[in-house]
Protein backbone atom coordinates (compact mmCIF):
# COMPACT_ATOMS: atom_id res chain seq x y z
CA UNK A 1 0.00 0.00 0.00
CA UNK A 2 2.78 2.25 1.43
CA UNK A 3 4.50 1.26 -2.46
CA UNK A 4 1.31 2.31 -4.46
CA UNK A 5 1.47 6.01 -2.41
CA UNK A 6 4.99 6.65 -3.04
CA UNK A 7 4.44 6.00 -6.99
CA UNK A 8 1.11 8.51 -6.54
CA UNK A 9 3.11 11.37 -4.97
CA UNK A 10 6.06 10.88 -7.56
CA UNK A 11 3.41 10.58 -10.23
CA UNK A 12 1.87 13.73 -9.04
CA UNK A 13 4.96 15.41 -8.50
CA UNK A 14 5.85 14.51 -12.12
CA UNK A 15 2.29 16.23 -13.61
CA UNK A 16 2.92 19.47 -11.37
CA UNK A 17 6.26 19.41 -12.90
CA UNK A 18 5.09 19.28 -16.79
CA UNK A 19 2.81 21.95 -16.00
CA UNK A 20 5.21 24.17 -13.74
CA UNK A 21 7.08 23.67 -17.21
CA UNK A 22 4.20 24.64 -19.72
CA UNK A 23 3.26 27.63 -17.84
CA UNK A 24 6.98 28.70 -17.99
CA UNK A 25 7.13 28.73 -13.87
CA UNK A 26 9.24 26.05 -13.55
CA UNK A 27 12.11 27.47 -11.50
CA UNK A 28 9.38 27.51 -8.90
CA UNK A 29 9.32 24.35 -8.46
CA UNK A 30 12.88 23.82 -7.81
CA UNK A 31 12.89 26.48 -5.61
CA UNK A 32 14.73 24.76 -2.68
CA UNK A 33 17.20 23.25 -4.87
CA UNK A 34 18.45 26.59 -6.38
CA UNK A 35 18.73 28.43 -3.21
CA UNK A 36 20.74 25.38 -2.14
CA UNK A 37 23.24 25.78 -4.86
CA UNK A 38 23.73 29.75 -4.67
CA UNK A 39 24.04 30.09 -0.93
CA UNK A 40 27.40 30.20 -1.39
CA UNK A 41 29.55 32.76 -3.45
CA UNK A 42 32.53 31.17 -5.20
CA UNK A 43 36.11 32.40 -3.85
CA UNK A 44 38.35 34.29 -5.61
CA UNK A 45 40.15 33.15 -8.15
CA UNK A 46 42.26 36.23 -9.69
CA UNK A 47 45.63 33.77 -8.90
CA UNK A 48 43.72 31.78 -12.21
CA UNK A 49 43.20 34.27 -14.69
CA UNK A 50 47.22 35.04 -13.83
CA UNK A 51 48.68 31.68 -15.69
CA UNK A 52 48.53 33.09 -19.28
CA UNK A 53 52.15 31.57 -20.33
CA UNK A 54 51.44 29.33 -23.23
CA UNK A 55 53.02 26.63 -20.77
CA UNK A 56 51.77 26.33 -17.64
CA UNK A 57 52.92 23.96 -14.51
CA UNK A 58 51.79 23.62 -10.68
CA UNK A 59 54.59 23.01 -8.68
CA UNK A 60 53.09 20.86 -5.09
CA UNK A 61 55.43 22.04 -2.41
CA UNK A 62 54.27 20.66 1.22
CA UNK A 63 57.93 20.41 2.49
CA UNK A 64 60.40 23.27 2.84
CA UNK A 65 63.56 20.93 2.37
CA UNK A 66 65.96 23.90 2.02
CA UNK A 67 64.03 26.14 -0.97
CA UNK A 68 63.50 22.60 -3.37
CA UNK A 69 60.49 23.50 -4.92
CA UNK A 70 62.26 27.03 -5.32
CA UNK A 71 64.61 25.90 -7.17
CA UNK A 72 62.88 24.09 -9.45
CA UNK A 73 61.01 26.74 -10.21
CA UNK A 74 63.58 29.05 -11.41
CA UNK A 75 65.29 25.88 -13.61
CA UNK A 76 61.93 25.42 -15.00
CA UNK A 77 62.16 29.19 -16.11
CA UNK A 78 65.70 29.25 -16.92
CA UNK A 79 65.23 26.13 -19.12
CA UNK A 80 62.47 27.84 -21.27
CA UNK A 81 63.97 30.32 -21.87
CA UNK A 82 67.63 29.47 -22.59
CA UNK A 83 67.06 26.19 -24.49
CA UNK A 84 64.01 27.67 -26.53
CA UNK A 85 64.43 31.09 -26.03
CA UNK A 86 61.06 31.83 -24.79
CA UNK A 87 59.99 34.89 -22.24
CA UNK A 88 59.33 34.68 -18.71
CA UNK A 89 55.54 35.66 -20.22
CA UNK A 90 55.30 32.57 -22.02
CA UNK A 91 55.53 30.45 -19.15
CA UNK A 92 53.17 30.44 -16.09
CA UNK A 93 54.47 28.37 -12.92
CA UNK A 94 52.10 28.13 -10.34
CA UNK A 95 53.31 27.47 -6.75
CA UNK A 96 51.26 25.92 -3.97
CA UNK A 97 52.18 26.26 -0.21
CA UNK A 98 50.41 24.53 2.37
CA UNK A 99 51.54 21.96 5.16
CA UNK A 100 55.56 22.76 6.21
CA UNK A 101 55.64 25.58 3.76
CA UNK A 102 52.96 28.21 5.03
CA UNK A 103 55.81 30.19 7.33
CA UNK A 104 57.04 31.45 3.42
CA UNK A 105 54.44 33.27 2.92
CA UNK A 106 54.74 35.34 5.31
CA UNK A 107 57.22 38.63 6.21
CA UNK A 108 59.80 38.83 8.30
CA UNK A 109 57.34 40.49 11.23
CA UNK A 110 55.77 37.44 11.16
CA UNK A 111 58.71 35.41 11.78
CA UNK A 112 59.82 37.58 14.75
CA UNK A 113 56.31 37.88 16.24
CA UNK A 114 55.62 33.78 15.72
CA UNK A 115 58.76 32.47 15.86
CA UNK A 116 58.24 30.47 13.19
CA UNK A 117 61.40 29.44 12.34
CA UNK A 118 61.14 27.76 15.78
CA UNK A 119 57.93 26.41 14.81
CA UNK A 120 58.81 24.95 11.54
CA UNK A 121 62.22 23.78 12.55
CA UNK A 122 63.99 26.33 10.03
CA UNK A 123 67.69 27.56 11.20
CA UNK A 124 69.40 30.72 9.97
CA UNK A 125 73.32 29.30 11.64
CA UNK A 126 73.21 27.51 14.86
CA UNK A 127 69.54 29.16 16.07
CA UNK A 128 66.04 29.36 14.84
CA UNK A 129 65.70 31.71 12.26
CA UNK A 130 63.91 35.06 12.67
CA UNK A 131 63.33 36.09 8.98
CA UNK A 132 62.26 34.37 5.67
CA UNK A 133 64.86 32.89 4.17
CA UNK A 134 63.47 32.18 1.42
CA UNK A 135 62.08 35.60 0.37
CA UNK A 136 65.29 36.86 -1.02
CA UNK A 137 68.36 34.84 -0.03
CA UNK A 138 71.09 36.49 1.31
CA UNK A 139 74.62 35.83 -0.52
CA UNK A 140 76.27 32.80 1.40
CA UNK A 141 72.93 31.07 1.93
CA UNK A 142 72.17 27.66 0.38
CA UNK A 143 69.77 29.12 -1.99
CA UNK A 144 70.79 31.00 -5.03
CA UNK A 145 69.50 34.85 -5.03
CA UNK A 146 67.60 34.02 -8.25
CA UNK A 147 65.92 31.73 -6.46
CA UNK A 148 64.23 33.61 -4.11
CA UNK A 149 60.70 33.89 -3.68
CA UNK A 150 60.56 37.83 -4.38
CA UNK A 151 62.90 37.26 -7.64
CA UNK A 152 60.27 34.83 -9.18
CA UNK A 153 57.53 36.27 -8.24
CA UNK A 154 59.29 39.37 -10.17
CA UNK A 155 59.24 37.00 -13.18
CA UNK A 156 55.50 36.00 -13.12
CA UNK A 157 55.28 33.39 -10.70
CA UNK A 158 51.83 32.68 -9.16
CA UNK A 159 52.23 31.65 -5.15
CA UNK A 160 49.18 30.39 -3.70
CA UNK A 161 48.71 29.68 0.04
CA UNK A 162 46.16 26.92 1.49
CA UNK A 163 43.62 27.83 4.14
CA UNK A 164 43.34 24.64 5.62
CA UNK A 165 46.82 24.66 6.61
CA UNK A 166 46.77 28.37 7.26
CA UNK A 167 44.30 27.81 9.89
CA UNK A 168 46.36 24.99 10.93
CA UNK A 169 49.17 27.36 11.89
CA UNK A 170 47.15 29.49 13.87
CA UNK A 171 45.65 26.87 15.78
CA UNK A 172 48.98 25.90 16.83
CA UNK A 173 50.52 29.17 17.34
CA UNK A 174 47.50 29.92 19.36
CA UNK A 175 48.42 26.64 21.63
CA UNK A 176 51.81 27.71 22.32
CA UNK A 177 50.54 30.76 24.29
CA UNK A 178 50.99 34.14 24.98
CA UNK A 179 49.52 35.22 21.24
CA UNK A 180 45.87 35.12 22.08
CA UNK A 181 43.18 32.61 19.97
CA UNK A 182 43.53 31.09 16.78
CA UNK A 183 40.89 33.67 15.37
CA UNK A 184 43.11 36.79 16.57
CA UNK A 185 46.62 35.01 15.46
CA UNK A 186 44.93 34.80 11.83
CA UNK A 187 43.53 38.38 12.05
CA UNK A 188 47.11 39.48 12.92
CA UNK A 189 48.74 37.50 10.31
CA UNK A 190 46.91 38.42 7.64
CA UNK A 191 48.32 41.73 6.97
CA UNK A 192 51.86 40.17 6.92
CA UNK A 193 51.22 37.66 4.46
CA UNK A 194 53.49 38.62 1.23
CA UNK A 195 52.18 40.89 -1.35
CA UNK A 196 50.95 39.08 -4.28
CA UNK A 197 50.07 35.76 -2.24
CA UNK A 198 46.76 34.62 -2.75
CA UNK A 199 44.60 32.68 -0.13
CA UNK A 200 42.73 29.47 -1.82
CA UNK A 201 40.16 27.33 0.31
CA UNK A 202 42.25 24.62 -0.08
CA UNK A 203 45.94 22.96 -1.43
CA UNK A 204 43.79 19.85 -3.00
CA UNK A 205 41.26 22.38 -4.77
CA UNK A 206 43.99 24.51 -6.22
CA UNK A 207 46.05 21.81 -7.53
CA UNK A 208 42.27 20.41 -9.58
CA UNK A 209 41.31 24.06 -10.51
CA UNK A 210 45.01 24.54 -11.96
CA UNK A 211 44.92 21.37 -13.69
CA UNK A 212 40.98 22.37 -15.09
CA UNK A 213 43.22 25.57 -16.55
CA UNK A 214 45.79 24.04 -18.29
CA UNK A 215 48.57 23.58 -15.64
CA UNK A 216 50.64 20.28 -15.80
CA UNK A 217 51.67 18.48 -12.04
CA UNK A 218 54.68 18.41 -10.31
CA UNK A 219 55.24 17.24 -6.71
CA UNK A 220 58.13 19.57 -5.87
CA UNK A 221 58.85 17.87 -2.34
Known sequence: ?????????????????????????????????????????????AWLQRLTGRHKQLFDAPQVEGGRALVHIRNFMNAYRDAYGL??????????????????????????????GKMAEIDDGDAPARKNLYRAPAAGFSLPADAGLDALMQRGVVVVLCNNSFNKWTRDIAAAGNHGTAAE????????????????PAAVMAVNRAQEAGCTYYYAG
Not at 104 to 112: G, I, R
Not at 188 to 194: C, T
Open 1 to 45: MSNESGIGRRAFMDRVLALGAALGIGGLARAGEASATSAHAPPDE
Open 87 to 116: RDADVSPLLILYAQTVPLAFTDEAWVKYDL
Open 185 to 200: VRAALIPMMIPGISLV
